[in-house]
């Protein structure tokens, strides 16, 4: 029933910017925390940011810390990633997650997602 689906991934260059969003669906967006998370071929999926369901809250991977911004729009049911200052290291597939339950957990410890996105391939050319 929940479901996220993500959108705006593609190709830039080196030390452009690019914006990927994510809308939820299945239950209500305001008492959902949401995520980021990146992951290379062959690797483990890795945290980027987060945002709290309950006071707005962010945390980000230190990697990307003052180079990619989390921000929600609850009315229109959407968290977005604002890229900027891109490296060809970002290259990945960006998925938006969520917890099992609402109005659950803590987003300091970059765990207890349940729902994930489809992914949306960011190419960062060098």
């Known amino acids: 029933q929940v479901q996220l689906v993500e959108a705006g991934g593609g190709l830039v260059q080196a030390g452009g910017s690019l914006r990927v969003s994510c809308t939820l669906s299945?239950?209500?967006?305001?008492?959902?925390?949401m995520a980021w998370f990146r992951q290379y071929p062959e690797k483990e999926r890795e945290f980027v940011a987060a945002?709290?369901?309950?006071?707005?809250?962010?945390d980000y991977a230190d990697s990307v810390k003052g180079r990619f911004t989390i921000s929600r729009v609850d009315a229109n049911n959407t968290v977005f990633l604002q890229m900027s200052t891109l490296k060809p290291e970002d290259t990945a597939v960006y998925y938006c997650?969520?917890?099992?339950?609402?109005?659950?957990?803590?987003?300091?410890?970059?765990?207890?997602?349940?729902?994930w996105g489809q992914g949306t391939q960011v190419t960062v050319s060098s």
């Open positions: 945002i709290s369901w309950y006071d707005g809250s962010t």
């Open positions: 997650a969520t917890p099992g339950s609402p109005r659950t957990m803590s987003i300091g410890t970059h765990k207890g997602y349940s729902y």
């Open positions: 299945g239950r209500t967006f305001s008492d959902s925390s």
